[in-house]
Every structure is written in C-alpha cells, then in structure tokens.
C-alpha cells in the first residue's frame, strides 16, 4: 500500500535527474553556509526556495507535455505583455527597469520568459514540422526578438542573452541551416560596432572590464580581481571548507549570489571544481538523453533546448567568475542563493521529468 | 505514399534532430574542457601568484581624484581653478587624546578658533578613521615646521592637496556655484547614478550652478594605484597603476565683466539681472544679489558664516535669477499688447480717451491709472510709452482671460525656461483652471483686468522676464537660455559646443511688432517712462518699466514712497533690448524695494548695455545711496507674496 502510494508519487520523476539535482543542492547549501558568514538563516532561506522549487518540479513533472503544448501561446504572450507593462510601470531599482509591483509581491516578467520562449518556439516548430521554410525560421526569430528586444531595454543584458540562447537552441534543433547560423555569425561579426554603439554605457564597461580588469579596480574590476584570487589561491586541493581566506574576510562580493562559485573554488579547489563541472555535465547529458528519446517534436525541441540553457547557465557564471567572460549577472544554477532562479530551474527540471515521463502515453495515443 | 513519405519525413527529421542534438552536446563538451583548463590554469599554474595575493590580501587600491575641470568665461577668464595647498590632516581613530595632540600643533602652526569649530564640524559628519584637514592653506615654512617634528604626531599628516579656488570672489556666484564636502545624502544619490566608485577619493561635489549641474563633466576620472600593502598597512610597491583623467572645462556664456559691471551697478541694493542674448540663447549675465564667496565653501563653511550667510534679512544664499519669484508689473504690457494685435484688437487707429480710471460693466468699482488726471487720447503705441493702466484694462477684458494666457505662454511665462543649471522655479500665469484647483474659487473678470497690467497672481522670475523679453526680441522665436556655451574635452581639447534649441516659434505679423517695438522705443524716448535710461545712448532701445508693489494699498490710500518702510517699498522692473532694429542682447533687471523701474533699474540696464554694445565702462562714481538696509523690517524678500486683494493700483 505505502510502497505502491511512493511509486505512484515519484511516477513522473527522472531518479538520474533528481539524485544530481539533490546532490547540488546539497553542495550548494554547504558553500553558501561557508559564504553567507555562517549564517543559518541564509541557509534556512535557501531551503525554502528549494523546497518550492522541488514542489513546483513534482508539479509540472506530472502534467502531460500534450497540456504544456497547449499554454504554449498564452504563456507567451502573457509574458510579452507584462514585459510591456515593465516598461511603461516598473519599478526602477539600480538604473534599470526590471520589476512589476503587482499589489502583493514584485515580479520580474523577463525571468518567465526564459521558460515561455522556448516553448513558444517548440510548438510553433512542431505546428509546421515537417513543411519547414526559410520563412518560418523568419517568424521565429521575430517571435524570439520581441521579448529580447523588451529585456534589453530595461537594460537587463544577463537576461536578454539567456533568452536568446533559449530561443536560439530550439531554431538551431530544428534545423536551421547552416548556412543561415554561418551567415548569421558573419552578420553578428560585422554588426557588433553597431550592436556596441546600442549597448549602455555601464555595460560597455563592462566588457572594457573583462578585457582589463585593472581598469577598474574600484567599481566593478574588483569583482572579477577578487574572484580571480580566490579560486586560482584555492589551488589543487582547495583550503577547506570554511576556510577560504577571501570568503571569510569579506573580500569577495556578492558572494552568496553570483560569485558563489568563487567561493566553492577557494574552498574545495580543482578537484572540487572539475567535480562539480562532472555533476553538472551528468545533468546536461541526462537531458540530451531524453532530447533524443523524446517522441515528439515539441518534446524534443523543448528538452533539448532546455539542457542547452542549463549548460548556458553554468557556462556563462564560471566563465565570469573565472575571469573569461564579462560580468553579467547570472546565477550559478542550484548553487547560487535566490528564489527566482531556483523557481526557474524547479520549472525546467519538471517539464525535461514530464517529457521523459509521459512518452509511453504519447507512443501509444 | 504519401504515408511513405510523410514517415520519411518524420525519420530525416529526427535524424537531422539526432546530428544536431550530437553537435550541441561536442561544443558543451569542449566549452567545459575549456572551463576546467581554466580552472587548471588558475588553480596550478598561477597558484603561487595567487596563494601569495590572497595570503596577503593586501593588495590595497589607492584612489587618486582627478583635477577638477575649469570654468571659464566666454572670454576665457578663469571662474573656478584648482591649486595646490598643504593641509594638515586628523585621523581621529589613530589619536588616543585627541584634544592634547590638538592643543600640542597648536603650538607649532596657528589653528584658529574658525580651523577648530570647522574641524568639530567635519568630525561630527565622518567616520573616526576619515582623515579630516585641521588646517588648510599651510605655508612652506608652517609646512616644514611640521615635518620636521611629525614623529610626535602619529595620526597626523601633511598632505598636498588641490584646492577649488574661484579668483573673482563672489562675482557670479549664482551661476558659476560652488563646491562643499560630499554629505550623506550625496552619497547616496552618487551610488544610486551608479557612479560611487569614480568618487572614492575625491571629497568634495558640486553645488548649485555650473559646479553641480555639470559635475559629471567637471569631475573627470578617478585613477588608482594597486599597491602592496604591509601588515601596517604602508604601501611596499606599486603594481599597476593608471593616471586619472582631469574633468573636462566649461566655458560658459556669460562675460565677466558685463557680470562684474552690473554687480557693481546693484551696489549694496538687492535684486537681479539677467542678460540674453536673442538669438542663441546664450545668459551673458546672471545676476543675484547679493552675492557671497564661493570660497567659503571649499573648505566646509565655519559656523559663523553659515550663521551670517543663513541668517541674513538679504537672503544671499537665495539665487534670485532662478528662484526669486516677483510680479512682472508693466513690464507685462508688451506682451498683452502683442496678444491683443494679434487677436485683431486694439490695432491703429484705435484710441480710447483715458478719464484716469476704467470700470467694468454694471460696476462702480474704478481700476485706477497711475496717473490719477487721466492720459488724455491714449493708442497702442502712446499706450506701452507712458504705460497706460486704464488701456491695457479694458484690453485685457476683451481678451479674456484664457486667451491673454494662451498667448502670453509661448513667451515662457509660467513655466521653466529649461535653462542648464538646477532650481529654477515656474512662477505664476494664472487661469480660472488653476484658481479652482489652488483656492477651489471661481475666477472673477476683475482678476482678468489686473492681469493685464501684470498684477494679481501673476509672478515671474528675472530669468522668465528676460527669456521673455528675449523672445520678444527674436520675433517670437523662444530659443533655450543657455549658461554654459561648450565642454572642452581634457584630453582631446575637442570643443563641443552646446547646441542651440528653438523651444517654440510664434507665427507674428511684422506689423504687430513694430508697433510693440514703437512704442517700447519711445519709452527711453522724452515723454517714455524712462527717457533718461536712452539719454544720448548712441543706439536705440527697446524698453519697459516696471514696478511690483510689495503691500496692498487700499481704495481711497495714497502711495507715498517716503512714508513708507523701506522694505515695503514698491520693486523696481526694467526690461530692454538693444540695438532695437537689431538686437544683440535682451535683458531684466529688478530692484527689490527700488522704487520706480525707470530710475532705479534702468540705469543698471544701461551701464550694462553701454558695456556689451559700445564696449564702455561705466564711470566711477559714488554708489546710489538712496536705499540703506534699515534693521527692522520682517518681510522677506526674494519671494514677494502677490497682494490677492489689490484691485486698485499706482504704478508708473
């Protein structure tokens, strides 16, 4: 009886995601312990937003990827609509324009987008299947530019380049051809003074930054300095749980956020750090694996297109932790402290759970 | 068939899928084998480097403040430069008995008792381990002294710093402004721009005028220098290191001595002047006064004189140009004038006969003229030369008072003008709209009558008069007063100067204007209100009086200039433009508690267009000293209340 109620329950859930997943989060509650100062209420916090976003997995893990495909349309448009309402009411914090009061609680619109993009696309994709043209890959460029447009405006270049990546994963799966991707590189080459001259000045400086962080050692060159010296001073071995210098002496900043990973690196070192890009690799070739069994189109783009942006993630906060890419705001995915990013992720773990889950019934309907 | 094919379909596409999904994983691959190479490259290779970084996270970054950029006159004369001064510097955290360390300088350099109140000052606004200048402006041999006995005072540090001076004093204050101390509130604006990190190390920021409006451009870029530090936290050696950039100049459009000259020309009286110049917009002259020492400032003002400068009944903190808010009196009426030509009324030959008063329909209650025996035959032109109230009364009406408004609006008045520094303030056209949001009454065709001599709510500030007056000048073309003419690029020494924007363009018959123009000509002619203002002038000018009374005068009551408390006397307007068929320069003057505008403020007017036009400086001579500051008086002054109930006027 309760054997066969567990059974019921964990139907829909992926073990080989679940157990990396669990295990990251272990790992990441462990660092941000070491980096909150040791302090549980940080930790407590983190907990609840895992909680929930374990919850919202379980959730959306159980709905039939038939139904996900059905709010493809509303979810977009839902989520380009308060982009807009960003933009005419948000609340500025910071010099940028990103959250919406809604009476209860702040949203941030362009974090819903991450998941709707995609799925807009992969329905859009699969609707068409098989009588692919040029012109439908036309479309959905225009349907990915609208919202990156709107986040960029905020300015929110983290967000607005992980959307596009999402959205660039589902065309490229489709199929694309490589002419247009080659094209398209050689046309990005040519146009980045222009797509420079659009960028705000902060951000500009940023990449100037990345290129040489002594330009800057004041303002946000200190970040890339001081996260630079803690992993490279954690050497092979790392200095110990609890015992990065940099951690402890507040010379990292945000490090419970963004610079997370600067932390670990200092802490638990290459081994540490080459373990840790072992995890995450496990989780992104789990998802190509039910990419690749999925039976649909939808399921397909969709799970594919969602493991390339969990690769993105991880990707994009080493490589500015570590020094090789500009600081851009994105979280380390189920290491970093935050509610949001956490909820995203709980969503997009779900929907690769639903897809791998249901296709026996989608087989046999 | 089509069956087959549809499956082909299906199977190329999944396939396809398949060598795509292949391609995604291999470049996730290698973009992870390049993050752990990263890693390895961090984390073995530079290991060293780092462990000893870290091991010693004494790397300190030393802030080094650019210079501040220049302002400079039109001319190039130097408003506000930098220089070099020793400082003696308090650390508060490193001294254990502050008061005897104090009391031990004394004994080697002179720290007066202003050097000591500014210090308790500054220490009760920063952290202990801020280092805090107990004495500035030290000289070589005071500087030497201590030096040599530094070992006694740790804690305490000569330092060499670049102070803001600004050579001319209190010339121009108001427009050029001043530096203080960054306060609180500063900070936080600073972190909210986003801009914190190009502060650390600099103290001071710019307030009011050009200093703050163009702090960004003024501030220039901070430098540092890496240093390794020891563990007493002295510097080893430098690692890198990058030069400041110095903050850019500013010339302004004002010229120093036209500034200088009508300063000057104010003497010990309060009130403004601004000066424009129609066609670019360009503020040759802004003037507030009085005026204070900028230099008081730099340092942090000592508390005596804050007091005296806050306390003052002449209010010279107040920036009178921007803020001062008056009621523009007569000099109203060209531009009533022109809205009753253009509305097709009042055009010659129209004339009324002026009986000395003007009554509205089915009312007894008489709206004096100045000039209580009447004008006579009275037309537009004969109307502006001797400011006839009975005229512009009944025009008014006609008008109405939402059409007067209308078009007086396209001149500026109730609104900003947009110039380049903070502060300035709206005055007041008003409406029926407005009289019901502000006092939830209805308007009443009397308010409509006294409008039009530039009475009742009305008020502008010198600035909007001499916009105004400006625009008046162009032909109806507004273009945006400007203080500031170009930035000067430190580096590249690029000049960019500040582009001209038309704010609005009225569409005038010529006609029309050159009545206005007649008859504000004739006013600096004999029989004009100010006929001594255009006294063998060499050019002609365009003007008019002005005078703004202070208190209410009931029906029945005299006026009598010398009875009355000085401070309660009527203020003084003049407004000109100059040469009057080609006007190169448009003006507003008011002499609070001056009098008459022909005798008071037309002077100042002249000396300053003599200067600008001819290149004449004015003649020594005695300063008026017909108005002397009497101790007693409560009304403040800058903002002048308008008097709601005056319904009856004197004016010139």
């Not at chain 2, 009447?374 to 537009?380: I, K, N």
């Not at chain 2, 209410?552 to 006026?559: C, L, T």
Request: proline share 5%.
């Amino acid at each position: 009886m309760i054997s066969k109620f567990i059974s019921g329950f964990f139907r829909h859930i992926d073990s080989v995601l679940l157990a990396c997943i669990l295990f990251a989060m272990m790992v990441g509650l462990l660092v941000l312990y070491s980096a909150s100062g040791q302090q549980f209420s940080r930790v407590s916090a983190q907990m609840i937003n895992m909680a929930v976003a374990l919850a919202v997995m379980w959730g959306v893990a159980n709905v039939q990827p038939q139904l996900i495909e059905r709010i493809a349309i509303p979810a977009y448009l839902v989520g380009v609509l308060l982009l807009i309402a960003v933009s005419l009411f948000g609340d500025i914090s910071h010099g940028a324009r990103r959250w919406l009061n809604i009476g209860i609680t702040k949203i941030q619109p362009s974090e819903l987008l991450k998941l709707a993009v995609p799925i807009m696309l992969a329905w859009y994709f699969s609707k068409r299947e098989s009588n692919l043209t040029a012109i439908d890959f036309l479309i959905a460029a225009v349907m990915l530019a609208i919202p990156v447009l709107l986040i960029m405006k905020q300015p929110d270049l983290g967000t607005a380049m992980l959307v596009t990546a999402s959205g660039f994963y589902v065309i490229f799966l489709a199929g694309l051809s490589w002419r247009f991707i080659l094209g398209g590189l050689a046309l990005a080459g040519a146009l980045s003074p222009v797509f420079w001259s659009l960028l705000h000045d902060y951000q500009r400086r940023r990449i100037e930054i990345l290129i040489d962080p002594t330009q800057d050692p004041l303002g946000s060159g200190y970040h890339i300095i001081q996260s630079t010296i803690a992993i490279g001073s954690g050497g092979v071995t790392g200095k110990g749980w609890l015992n990065g210098t940099q951690t402890q002496l507040d010379f990292l900043p945000e490090r419970t956020t963004d610079f997370i990973f600067a932390v670990f690196g200092e802490e638990f070192g290459l081994i540490g750090n080459i373990l840790l890009l072992i995890l995450f690799a496990i989780i992104i070739a789990r998802g190509f694996v039910i990419a690749s069994q999925a039976k649909s189109t939808f399921s397909r783009l969709l799970a594919g297109s969602i493991s390339m942006t969990f690769f993105t993630y991880c990707f994009v906060n080493m490589g500015m932790v570590s020094g090789i890419l500009p600081v851009v705001g994105v979280p380390l995915p189920l290491i970093s402290y935050g509610g949001t990013s956490m909820l995203t992720l709980g969503l997009g773990f779900g929907l690769l759970m639903s897809i791998q889950t249901h296709k026996k019934l989608v087989a046999t309907g | 068939m089509a069956y087959s094919t549809e499956l082909r379909n299906h199977q190329n596409e999944q396939h396809n899928f398949k060598v795509r999904l292949t391609i995604a994983a291999i470049i996730a691959f290698v973009v992870f084998c390049a993050l752990g190479l990263r890693f390895y490259y961090l984390q073995v290779k530079r290991h060293d480097y780092y462990h000893t970084l870290a091991e010693s996270n004494r790397i300190s970054i030393v802030p080094i403040s650019p210079n501040r950029g220049l302002i400079l006159d039109r001319n190039g004369a130097v408003l506000a430069h930098n220089f070099f001064v020793y400082t003696l510097e308090v650390t508060p955290s490193k001294i254990s008995h502050l008061d005897t360390t104090i009391a031990d300088l004394a004994q080697l350099v002179e720290i007066s008792g202003i050097d000591l109140k500014r210090f308790k000052k500054l220490k009760s606004q920063s952290h202990s381990f801020e280092s805090i200048p107990i004495r500035t402006h030290l000289n070589e041999i005071e500087a030497a002294k201590f030096a040599v006995n530094r070992y006694r005072f740790p804690g305490v540090e000569l330092k060499s710093r670049l102070y803001r001076h600004y050579p001319q004093g209190q010339l121009g204050t108001h427009a050029v402004g001043y530096i203080s101390r960054i306060n609180e509130r500063d900070l936080a604006q600073l972190k909210e721009d986003n801009v914190i990190s190009n502060y650390k190390g600099t103290d001071h920021i710019g307030k009011g005028g050009v200093e703050q409006a163009f702090e960004r451009e003024l501030h220039g870029i901070t430098g540092f220098q890496q240093v390794e530090i020891d563990a007493d936290g002295k510097a080893v050696r430098v690692l890198s290191s990058a030069a400041p950039t110095s903050g850019n100049n500013i010339v302004l459009s004002i010229d120093a001595k036209l500034q200088a000259i009508a300063e000057k020309a104010f003497g010990d009286r309060r009130g403004s002047l601004v000066a424009i110049q129609p066609n670019t917009g360009e503020v040759l002259g802004f003037v507030s006064m009085p005026s204070f020492d900028p230099n008081l400032f730099v340092d942090g003002i000592d508390y005596d004189n804050w007091n005296a400068l806050n306390n003052s009944i002449d209010k010279p903190l107040i920036n009178r140009a921007l803020k001062g808010i008056y009621p523009p009196g007569s000099t109203f009426k060209p531009f009533v004038a022109l809205a009753g030509l253009e509305a097709g009324k009042r055009e010659p030959p129209f004339s009324i006969q002026d009986a000395g008063y003007f009554t509205l329909p089915n009312s007894r209650h008489r709206y004096r003229d100045w000039k209580p025996s009447g004008h006579g035959s009275v037309d537009m032109r004969k109307a502006i030369t001797i400011s006839c109230d009975t005229f512009f009364y009944g025009l008014a009406m006609e008008l109405g008072i939402d059409r007067l408004t209308d078009f007086v609006r396209h001149f500026g008045f109730g609104q900003k003008t947009g110039l380049d520094i903070h502060g300035e303030v709206s005055g007041l056209l008003p409406t029926p709209d407005w009289k019901k949001r502000r006092f939830k009454q209805p308007w009443y065709m009397g308010e409509t009558v006294i409008v039009g001599i530039g009475q009742g709510y009305t008020l502008v500030t010198p600035l909007q008069l001499a916009y105004a007056t400006a625009t008046l000048a162009n032909q109806g073309t507004a273009i945006r007063p400007h203080i500031v003419n170009a930035v000067v690029n430190s580096k590249t020494h690029v000049v960019t100067p500040i582009p001209l924007t038309i704010l609005d363009k009225l569409d005038l018959k010529m006609q029309n204007l050159e009545i206005v123009k007649a008859g504000m000509v004739d006013v600096t002619l004999p029989g004009g209100t100010a006929a001594s203002v255009g006294a063998n002038a060499g050019y002609s000018i365009a003007a008019k009086t002005g005078t703004a009374q202070v208190i209410g005068i009931k029906q029945n009551e005299r006026y009598n200039e010398k009875s009355i408390n000085e401070r309660h006397r009527d203020h003084a307007l003049f407004i000109a433009y100059a040469p009057a068929e080609a006007p190169t320069i448009a003006l507003a003057v008011i002499v609070e508690n001056g009098g008459h505008g022909g005798s008071a403020a037309g002077p100042i007017a002249r000396k300053v267009m003599d200067y600008f036009l001819l290149g004449k400086m004015p003649a020594e001579e005695v300063a008026p000293n017909n108005v002397k500051t009497p101790p007693n008086t409560l009304l403040p002054n800058g903002a002048t209340p308008p008097t709601l109930n005056a319904e009856e006027e004197h004016y010139d």
